[in-house]
């Protein structure tokens, strides 16, 4: 069950000034420990501890093989790469480019793949609301319930 809520976009500067969105209820972030126990719930003959140092072993091998320039994929899940956020405006040719002035940060990517895509998600998801409406201030003070 995804749970979400309603904002109300109040910046009037926003050609969706008064219009509401949905926005994600986040229960709790499961971290390794907890997913290998989720995992070894699951009848299997392996360990939370054995599942926990796989999982560790893993994340480790995608971060070193994405900084060699490789991106990974686990079917049905993720392919995991590395993107470039390049300053605005660019460089005028070859030689007046450079990484500090015309680079502005490297991404961390992850688009889904397989069985995983956002067509799938909408026919497995179930949705409800919870929570009050609240809105989204252009300064982005937080968010305050509607009255």
Excluded: W
Aim: hydrophobic share 35%; aromatic share 6%.
């Amino acid at each position: 069950m995804i749970k979400y809520n309603l904002k109300k976009n109040n910046n009037r500067k926003s050609d969706y000034y008064g219009q509401y969105y949905a926005y994600p209820v986040i229960d709790e972030t499961i971290d390794l420990d907890k997913l290998a126990a989720h995992m070894a719930s699951h009848n299997t003959p392996f360990s939370k501890g054995v599942i926990r140092g796989l999982l560790t072993d893993m994340v480790s091998c995608i971060k070193e093989l994405m900084l060699e320039g490789k991106n990974v994929k686990i079917n049905d899940l993720a392919i995991f790469s590395i993107g470039i956020k390049n300053a605005k405006g660019g460089a005028a040719s070859e030689e007046e480019f450079s990484v500090s002035s015309n680079i502005q940060t490297v991404k961390f990517r992850a688009r889904a793949t397989g069985e995983l895509t956002s067509k799938s998600l909408d026919v497995a998801a179930s949705l409800k609301r919870v929570g009050k409406t609240t809105t989204v201030t252009p300064e982005g003070g937080g968010n305050t319930p509607e009255p």
